[in-house]
């Protein structure tokens, strides 16, 4: 699935094709992804200008200046492209703007979602409301983490995938957080010190700042907008590396956590 950094980088690849465009075109290719498309979609949106692009948690969003707010989730496989032609089988969603770009959400496994909001999406889009804060915003810090943890007996890892804790961390990058950080993640979460939330918080903040100066992960359907993969999997520390040596000596494990693949270290995450 894609995670934040895959839908960042889609966020700032979709940016100079859209922002300050007017849509002209707006067309659904089907009724629905994991959820029907919005009825009034086309309607409200063509005509309307956008006038930014933004990203909370694993969701895009695009701002028009009628205060509409499409909300786009890429699902299991989705992604955008950009270009001319006609859709594709799996091309669900096509936007045509004054300037004559084209784009069309793509998604194979129709797993994703587009939603459409009036007025400040981040108080009317029900997901939106119980997230927690962004794990690379200042309010993401050791002390904010200590005390959303206090108390929690649940693995750390799970804690970390809870999106009321900290908003958009997926499997991936929780993973390759924990073992910078050197902290296993079956560890409960009450338990792990101060000190090592510490070295935790700049961990998951360099490996998503990581992956999105590398354009995402390589997952096999995710694609950036202008059709590149991203390349931060070479660089992955443990993530799908069981068998192979850590950079301390010891020998990458994996587990599975509710149903959930965890690549860790048994030797020097503790």
Not at 82 to 101: M, R, S, V, Y
Not at 125 to 153: K, N, W
Request: proline share 7%; net charge positive; aromatic share 6%.
């Amino acid at each position: 699935m894609p995670e934040l950094p895959e839908v960042e980088t889609t966020v700032r690849g979709l940016a100079p094709h859209l922002i300050g465009q007017r849509l002209t075109r707006v067309s659904t290719m089907r009724p629905d992804l994991r959820r029907p498309f919005p009825v009034d979609l086309a309607q409200r949106l063509t005509g309307a200008t956008v006038t930014g692009l933004s990203r909370r948690a694993k969701y895009g969003i695009i701002a028009t200046d009628r205060d509409d707010h499409m909300i786009f989730h890429l699902g299991m496989s989705g992604s955008w492209r950009i270009g001319p032609g006609e859709p594709g089988k799996h091309d669900h969603l096509l936007i045509d703007t004054a300037a004559g770009q084209r784009l069309m959400l793509h998604d194979p496994r129709r797993f994703g979602s587009v939603d459409l909001v009036a007025g400040d999406p981040l108080t009317g889009f029900p997901a939106f409301v119980s997230l927690g804060p962004e794990p690379l915003s200042d309010a993401f810090d050791a002390l904010y983490l200590a005390q959303a943890l206090g108390g929690r007996r649940a693995p750390i890892k799970a804690m970390l995938l809870d999106q009321t804790i900290v908003a958009g961390l997926g499997n991936i990058y929780v993973c390759e957080a924990l073992n910078m950080a050197r902290i296993a993640p079956t560890r409960a979460a009450t338990d792990v010190s101060k000190a090592k939330l510490a070295a935790l918080v700049p961990a998951i903040k360099d490996v998503l700042a990581a992956a999105i100066a590398a354009g995402g992960s390589t997952l096999r359907d995710y694609k950036q907008p202008d059709g590149e993969l991203g390349y931060f999997a070479k660089d992955w520390r443990v993530y799908g590396g069981e068998g192979d040596a850590c950079e301390c000596g010891g020998t990458i494990a994996r587990i599975v956590q509710s149903g959930r693949s965890t690549f860790f270290c048994p030797k020097c995450q503790r």
